[in-house]
T-cell receptor, first 113, second 112 residues
Framework: GENVEQHPSTLSVQEGDSAVIKCTYS??????FPWYKQELGKRPQLIID?????GEKKDQRIAVTLNKTAKHFSLHITETQPEDSAVYFC????????????FGTGTRLTIIP | EAQVTQNPRYLITVTGKKLTVTCSQN?????MSWYRQDPGLGLRQIYY???????DKGDVPEGYKVSRKEKRNFPLILESPSPNQTSLYFC???????????FGPGTRLTVT
């Protein structure tokens, strides 16, 4: 089955700096790659996603890049703010993403004021 | 208001005592899933359902049962809970052909 590895497990950055979280996946048939943000005590929420026919996608301060050849994808957050502090999960799926979604182990991002 | 609800939100129980965690959604979504979240392990899928009476195993189905008799409900059943099932459980739903999963608020289960 699919295996998703996520690094780093913890990340601290100064407010205003950029943060990058990386994930690799094992199944070349995977075609949908979402990123979820989970604030302390809250439920995970989708923040951005990318499909295999796209190499990069941006939404304001966040962006995701996908390298299908190398089977890895990354989340980039620019101009970080205190409210970006959370746990971020990457995931991969072969379907529409709502059938069998395999998650990474999460990255705890802390923004230092 | 679009909602995914779970009950109970918190539960402390003893080994072997059967329990059910309910999940209900009012969005008419076809897909529903159960995940467990454990520190350092992320979210792992237990079971998922693509529609009424259609369920399939996720990555960690052992010790769990599910049923999907109605579109809006997807209960998670632990017939004989054990301490290694102590975890935070999330239900999630999505529309057929769509991508985003909507998570419920979570159920924190402790088995002693």
């Amino acid at each position: 089955g699919e295996n998703v590895e996520q690094h780093p497990s913890t990340l601290s950055v100064q407010e205003g700096d950029s943060a990058v979280i990386k994930c690799t996946y094992s199944d070349s048939a995977s075609n949908y790659f979402p990123w979820y943000k989970q604030e302390l005590g809250k439920r995970p929420q989708l923040i951005i996603d990318i499909r295999s026919n796209v190499g990069e996608k941006k939404d304001q301060r966040i962006a995701v890049t996908l390298n299908k050849t190398a089977k890895h994808f990354s989340l980039h957050i620019t101009e970080t703010q205190p409210e970006d502090s959370a746990v971020y999960f990457c995931a991969a799926s072969k379907g529409f993403g709502n059938e069998k979604l395999t998650f990474g182990t999460g990255t705890r991002l802390t923004i230092i004021p | 208001e679009a909602q995914v609800t779970q009950n109970p939100r918190y539960l402390i129980t003893v080994t072997g005592k059967k329990l059910t965690v309910t999940c209900s959604q009012n969005m008419n979504h076809e897909y529903m899933s159960w995940y467990r979240q454990d520190p350092g392990l992320g979210l792992r899928q237990i079971y998922y359902s693509m529609n009424v009476e259609v369920t399939d195993k996720g990555d960690v189905p052992e010790g769990y049962k599910v049923s999907r008799k109605e579109k809006r409900n997807f209960p998670l059943i632990l017939e004989s809970p054990s301490p290694n099932q102590t975890s935070l459980y999330f239900c999630a739903t999505s529309r057929a052909g769509a991508y985003e999963q909507y998570f419920g608020p979570g159920t924190r289960l402790t088995v002693t």
